[in-house]
């Protein structure tokens, strides 16, 4: 399936995702640069894959994201890698994608004709909408935006049960500030969430931004996107 590949909000590539080993949820596919990434990237690509100690904290800065052609952003719990070397940088790239959930495999990359997920009021984001829904859930839940995405969660003083997750937002209801996230949390059997986010832009009081958790999509679809497409038709 076809993607983008995005730093930040950044366009820095085009991929043709394949599936890989299914039961690690892995994909991955020849990575076609653009300008972006030779100018803003590939030094730190290079950085990363020359040493024996990365600097995951400017890897984690790149904010790597990837859209499949459907509008879906992936979420690998394995993160992403990007094979280019200075050495070899003449040679062929490619991106590889790990720890995909189980539902993206099977309504993606096992299937001739990809299924529909969402339809209105809900819509896929794009890139600039996710980067600022994920930093606005940021201030809310009293986390520095400038922290490591990854880490961002982790230490804080806030009772707010979403500091034990990694959130990752994936669309939106149209008709109100309800934005579906992927949620990531070893401990919990929730892997998505519905959050209504306040845009105070300001850590909330206990309990706020309202959540209410999915067990996987499927779950979501049944209790809220179904009964949501129905209630707008008619």
């Known amino acids: 399936m076809r993607a983008d590949v995005y730093s930040n909000e950044i366009l820095i590539g ?67 890698t990007i094979d280019d070397i200075e050495d070899l940088k003449d040679e062929p790239k490619r991106i590889d994608i790990a720890g995909l959930y189980r539902h993206v495999i099977d309504d993606f990359f096992k299937l001739d004709k990809p299924k529909e997920l969402v339809g209105k009021p809900w819509y ?7 980067i600022a829904l994920e930093n606005e859930l940021k201030k809310e839940l009293g986390v520095k935006v400038e922290k490591s995405f990854l880490d961002f969660f982790k230490g804080k003083p806030n009772n707010h049960i979403l500091l034990d997750f990694d ?12 934005v ?26 206990k309990n706020y931004p309202r959540t ?12 809220r996107i179904d009964i949501d497409i129905s209630n707008w038709e008619d």
């Open 14 to 80: 085009t991929t043709v995702l394949k599936l890989g080993d299914e039961s690690m949820g892995c994909v991955y596919g020849e990575f076609t640069p653009n300008q972006n990434y030779f100018d803003k990237v590939q030094k730190i690509v290079w950085r990363f894959w020359a040493t024996n100690k990365p600097n995951f904290q400017e890897w984690d800065s790149l904010r790597l994201n990837v859209q499949l052609e459907n509008g879906y952003f992936l979420y690998p719990i394995g993160g992403y």
């Open 167 to 178: 959130c990752s937002a994936l669309c939106k209801d149209e008709r109100n500030d309800d």
């Open 124 to 130: 896929f984001i794009s890139i600039s909408e996710k």
């Open 212 to 223: 209410d958790f999915y067990k996987d999509f499927d779950d979501f679809k049944t209790q």
């Open 180 to 205: 579906f996230f992927v949620t990531n949390n070893q401990n919990s059997d929730n892997g998505f969430a519905v959050i209504h986010l306040t845009w105070s832009s300001k850590k909330e009081y």
